[in-house]
């Protein structure tokens, strides 16, 4: 006979049929009926341990979060240390990890902004604020250092993120594209290299000239 679940199990079993739900079909598509489920228990026990259907979501929402967090905290652990190269490459390597491995985190954060405004946003911004100003604090010190290029270290930070992000259905449009028929490996060694090509200083000649012609 098959064991009964403990009771502990449960909120995690309901949390990752919601993840699965809510990534798949968004937040007003899924019910706590089909919620139920799939996790295989009745609609009264979701009830049991969550008050309202948006606190599934929330937790859907932490359980995904939770997955990528040990890699958020070994990209900020000693990152003031890392050479730009070494430290373009690992923020490229987590990004298209969260991209091709955690696909529903992407799809859960989209649903949040786009049909759950609120404290799924709230949720977001804690998980998400963090990793960005952290990468954009290693840009401008290494900018103000010369070790890389005077940028607007925000708008790099959100162009790496986008383009890695995007990318995987983007460069379907491209016809010809090698990007769109790359594994995660190749992907972020392509990425690395153009972001260190793109940030690599340039000799102060060619930085003036390159100055006064934006400036003219």
Known sequence: MPL???ISEVPGRISGAAVALFSRQGYHGTTTREIARLADVSEVTVFRYFEHKEDIFLSALQTSFSAIKPRLDLLKRGSEHRTPEAMLEQIVSLLVDIATFSPELVRLIAVAFIELPGKAED????HLAPLFTEIAGYLTTNMQNGKLRNFNPAIVTTAIALTVIAQPEVSKLIAGSRLSRQGAREAISEYATFWQKVL???????????????EG
């Open 123 to 126: 949720v977001c911004y804690g």
């Open 4 to 6: 009964t679940p403990v």
């Open 200 to 214: 690599a200083p340039l000799p102060p000649e060619r930085e003036h000239v390159l100055a006064q012609a934006v």
